[in-house]
T-cell receptor
Framework: DAGITQSPRHKVTETGTPVTLRCHQTENHRYMYWYRQDPGHGLRLIHYSYGVKDTDKGEVSDGYSVSRSKTEDFLLTLESATSSQTSVYFC????????????FGPGTRLTVT | GQQVMQIPQYQHVQEGEDFTTYCNSSTTLSNIQWYKQRPGGHPVFLIQLVKSGEVKKQKRLTFQFGEAKKNSSLHITATQTTDVGTYFCAEVIIQGAQKLVFGQGTRLTINP
């Protein structure tokens, strides 16, 4: 498995609180991604990064922000969590060359009550 | 926006039976990737298809890309309990970074 870790792995939070999820990679890869996975929807791209301080929106970016101050870390922030953001969040790296495959982290299960 | 439809949503088979999942798009796809996610796990890359009419095999798995590059399929011959999981196709969109638009997935369960 690619060197990708996510923290925390599980979190329960209350509506209206801020939440930050961390993705850390040891592969020195340029591209990083945040997805959310919900039943019946597959995985949907939230935000992605194509370099330090270079980020862009995905298809479901409303209510989320990201930051990438170092190559190895990509942070996803929910400024004010809502129950609709209860989901499993996956970080991924890759997609820039070769077969173009993406490698996924183990995921973070977030519950907003 | 782009949309990839995947069917069926669920499939239950007896061990040893074959299994097929299909992905369809209304627009021409550049490339398509397939991933497998075991229960409780994360998606794992299986293969990428690039060429029209392409067929690739990995042991008991056969991947096809349609001639018009608007559909793709994954066929598993003689399923085994290790094949249990959800299979996703993903449209590859190259805009600097290589973004993926996933189908809804097909969840495969197997009766041993």
């Amino acid at each position: 498995d690619a060197g990708i870790t996510q923290s925390p792995r599980h979190k329960v939070t209350e509506t209206g609180t801020p939440v930050t999820l961390r993705c850390h990679q040891t592969e020195n890869h340029r591209y990083m991604y945040w997805y959310r996975q919900d039943p019946g929807h597959g995985l949907r791209l939230i935000h992605y990064s194509y370099g330090v301080k270079d980020t862009d929106k995905g298809e479901v970016s409303d209510g989320y922000s990201v930051s990438r101050s170092k190559t190895e870390d990509f942070l996803l922030t929910l400024e004010s969590a809502t129950s609709s953001q209860t989901s499993v969040y996956f970080c991924a790296i890759g997609g820039g060359g070769g077969m173009g495959e993406q490698y996924f982290g183990p995921g973070t299960r977030l519950t907003v009550t | 926006g782009q949309q990839v439809m995947q069917i069926p949503q669920y499939q239950h088979v007896q061990e040893g039976e074959d299994f097929t999942t299909y992905c369809n798009s209304s627009t021409t796809l550049s490339n398509i990737q397939w991933y497998k996610q075991r229960p409780g796990g994360h998606p794992v890359f299986l293969i990428q298809l690039v060429k029209s009419g392409e067929v690739k095999k990995q042991k008991r798995l056969t991947f096809q890309f349609g001639e018009a590059k608007k559909n793709s399929s994954l066929h598993i011959t003689a399923t085994q309990t290790t094949d249990v999981g959800t299979y996703f196709c993903a449209e590859v969109i190259i805009q600097g970074a290589q973004k993926l638009v996933f189908g809804q997935g097909t969840r495969l369960t197997i009766n041993p």
